[in-house]
């Protein structure tokens, strides 16, 4: 279980996070989900004991990271962003040394090894210097080196970044499968697919603050089932909030010179009306109708798309 | 403890599985030792050239100068070959001798009557030292004709009339035996005595100048050894090893440990190696083996931690690799690697012993001459090593983080 509490990282001036507060059931992946820079790997930096936080508390499966550390970490299982392996070593050296560094030793450590090989589909090419494999070969052993240990608590940021979609399908399936075996998932992505099919639930992190946090059925009803209309063109922003002013169910969600984002309910059967009213205030060139999702989700909240 | 092991295993596997590095390695003090012997010799090398002759005398005069050159120690360094003037000529212009002595006709016939003879010397303008000796020889042979000539003239100008009874060489005997006895008082005991001090740790070392080399250059080499595993830490730090050790309940210190120990097996290794190729390539004396070996690598140890903070200290992998260069290579000058502390000033031998790779060549060279094992300098090192260990720790989980 992970539990955070008023989390703040603060670099001099530069507040990463301030005030992230979330929990991380036993089976259960909860995502963080924000594009790049949102302090999603500074949250995972701070409840690895990498970094140690400015403010708050965070406890690992009931140990404070900070004043417990050691026994904290031996319940954590770690798979960064970067894949920290050694090149000239083969997979089942690396996965003998990070097992070892989580201290498993023995027959334990070889069992754990030859399963975490197999699991990752790895176990052919074990004795290989892993500087000949693919990039999601590397992606899967980075993962198995996380998982070596059996921790209790998974920590994956942005594991999938870089990976070719089939390496990424089977590396999703292994996440699912350490949550089914009782772990403790915490999975930072900036893909929505992946948090969307992948978590049980979710926060939306945007400049250090969590913005929106529940299950995918909780925030989808904070859209309260509008489609996200992106129009570009040319607009007269107050001439556009005057005419759409008269139509029901409408919401300005962002409004500039070129582009205008609106929140509406049953969107494509009120097209006509609403091109109707838009014309009048501007030019319509481009139009972009978006069924209600995380990322318009996201778009209501920050005012901009998450890859931005 | 046990990930110490771990962490052992791991980096050796590493340092094995690039061959080019472990032959760089072992190669760097192989080659120091051959360009060494090449150049100097092996053990006691000492110069050595040509002397010819041109003997237009032929007459006992002649043969004792020859002779000269062949006497002792010189005989080793000079070796006579007796030609035709022509040929010498062409010979010394080619460059093909140190020298040309061109003894010319009745110098023995000079010699005993004291009459006035002229002894031709051409020096090769190639060669310095020996040449030098040769003119240096010829002199001091000279000299002793002249005194020769002071002390038993009037014999020698009658055996050069040619004494040819018995009573005539019995007289002869009898007057030369009086004039050397007269000498006696002037050579017996003799009125000027040398006497000959020897200095402590200035006297010649066996092994030759190669073998003075040697133990500065192996030193050279445990440092760019040194170095290079150092900057390994710049590779975890870049692929994220590090920050990941930093997750893991192990720790920085047994994942140092393990580097450490690992970088003391392959200085055992290179030390061992060194110092046996210094033995057999350049006949270098080594009086304790393993503790010479042990020292090298137990010295080396700090060195490669001092490296390691260098490299921790820095902000990019760059700025690491020029603050090495920038250290490495002056310490290497002042610290007895380029030029041996014997040969150096001596306000800057004092400096370079005090440097850490200058005091452990300093030490080395101690034990190397068979001087008993040095219980505190081994303690400072175990102390630098420790503290090297505690402060580098420290230094990289504060970069890894």
């Known amino acids: 279980m992970i539990e955070v509490a008023q989390l703040r990282k603060q670099y001099g001036d530069v507040v990463a996070v301030k005030d992230v507060t979330f929990t991380a059931q036993p089976g259960e992946i909860f995502g963080l989900l924000g594009p790049n820079g949102a302090g999603k790997t500074t949250t995972i930096g701070c409840i690895s004991s990498l970094l140690t936080p400015t403010a708050g508390h965070i406890r690992v499966m009931g140990h404070d990271v900070v004043r417990d550390g050691v026994a904290a970490r031996r319940s954590i299982g770690v798979v960064p962003q970067e894949i920290a392996l050694y090149d000239d070593l083969s997979a089942r050296e690396n996965l003998s040394y990070w097992g070892g560094a989580q201290g498993l030793r023995g027959a334990l450590l ?59 399908v089977r590396l999703l399936e292994l996440v699912r499968d350490q949550a089914k075996g009782g772990a403790s998932v915490l999975y930072t992505t900036h893909y929505m697919e992946e948090a969307q099919s992948l978590c049980d639930r979710l926060a939306i992190i945007d400049h250090g603050n969590i913005i929106a946090q529940g299950t995918l059925a909780e925030l989808r009803a904070l859209l309260a089932e509008r489609d996200l209309l992106r129009l570009t063109g040319v607009f007269r922003p107050d001439a556009i909030r005057e005419a759409l002013a008269r139509l029901e169910g409408v919401e300005i969600i962002q409004s500039d010179e070129s582009q205008l984002s609106l929140s509406v309910s049953d969107a494509s059967h009120r097209l006509p009306s609403l091109f109707a009213a838009i014309n009048t205030a501007g030019e319509v060139r481009g139009t972009t109708l978006t069924q209600p999702s995380l990322e318009s989700l996201f778009i209501k909240l920050t005012g901009k798309e998450l890859r931005e | 403890m046990r990930f110490v092991l771990t962490s052992t295993v791991k980096d050796l596997r590493r340092i094995r599985r690039d061959p080019v590095t472990i032959l760089t390695w072992l190669g760097i003090p192989t080659f120091i030792a051959i360009i060494l012997v090449v150049i100097f010799g092996r053990g006691d090398a000492r110069p050595n050239g040509k002397l010819l002759i041109v003997d237009e005398d032929q007459g006992i005069g002649a043969t004792l100068l020859s002779g000269a050159f062949s006497q002792g120690a010189l005989s080793n360094m000079i070796s006579i070959e007796k030609v035709e003037r022509e040929e010498g000529r062409h010979r010394i212009n080619q460059g093909d001798a140190s020298a040309l002595l061109i003894i010319p006709k009745d110098f023995t016939i000079a010699l005993l009557e004291g009459k006035a003879a002229q002894l031709q010397l051409l020096r090769n303008p190639a060669q310095r030292i020996l040449p030098d000796i040769i003119e ?108 990941r050790m930093a997750t893991t ?108 790779n200058g005091w452990s060549v300093t030490e080395l060279q101690k034990i190397l001459d068979g001087a008993a094992v040095t219980p505190a300098a081994f303690a400072a090192v175990i102390l630098f090593v420790v503290a090297g260990w505690l402060v580098v720790g420290w230094q990289v989980r504060r970069t890894a983080c």
């Open chain 1, 110 to 168: 070889r069992d754990r090894i030859t399963e975490v090989l197999e699991l990752t589909g790895l176990l052919d090419r074990a004795k290989e210097p892993i500087k000949r494999f693919s990039g999601g070969m590397k992606r899967r052993l980075n993962f198995a080196c996380g998982i070596v240990h059996q921790p209790r608590v998974l920590l994956l940021d942005e594991p999938t970044v870089g990976v070719d979609p089939q390496s990424r």
């Open chain 2, 249 to 356: 309940p192990a720790g920085f210190g047994a994942f140092l440990a393990g580097k450490l120990i690992a970088t003391f097996l392959v200085l055992l290794l290179v030390g061992a190696f060194g110092l046996a190729v210094a033995h057999f390539l350049a006949d270098l004396r080594i009086a304790n083996f393993p503790l010479a070996v042990l020292w090298i690598a137990v010295s080396g140890c700090g060195l490669y931690l001092f490296m390691m903070l260098l490299q921790s200290l820095a902000s990019t992998e760059r700025v690491a690799n020029m603050l090495s260069n920038f250290v490495l290579l002056p310490l290497t000058m002042l610290g007895g690697s380029f030029f041996p502390f014997d040969l150096m000033p001596k306000g800057f031998a004092q400096i370079g012993r005090l440097t850490p």
């Open chain 2, 136 to 243: 240096q020889v010829l002199s001091t042979l000279t000299d002793a004709a002249f005194y020769l000539q002071i002390v038993a003239g009037p014999q020698l100008r009658e055996a050069a009339r040619g004494a040819t009874s018995d009573s005539g060489i019995a007289q002869l005997s009898v007057e030369f035996n009086h004039a050397v006895a007269n000498s006696r008082k002037y050579l017996v005991p003799p009125m000027i005595q040398l006497e000959t001090q020897v200095i402590e740790g200035k006297t010649d070392k066996p092994g030759g100048f190669a073998a003075l080399m040697l133990p500065g250059m192996l030193y050279m080499a445990v440092f760019f050894i040194a170095g290079g595993l150092a900057t390994d830490v710049w590779r975890e730090r870049t692929f994220g090893a590090l920050r």
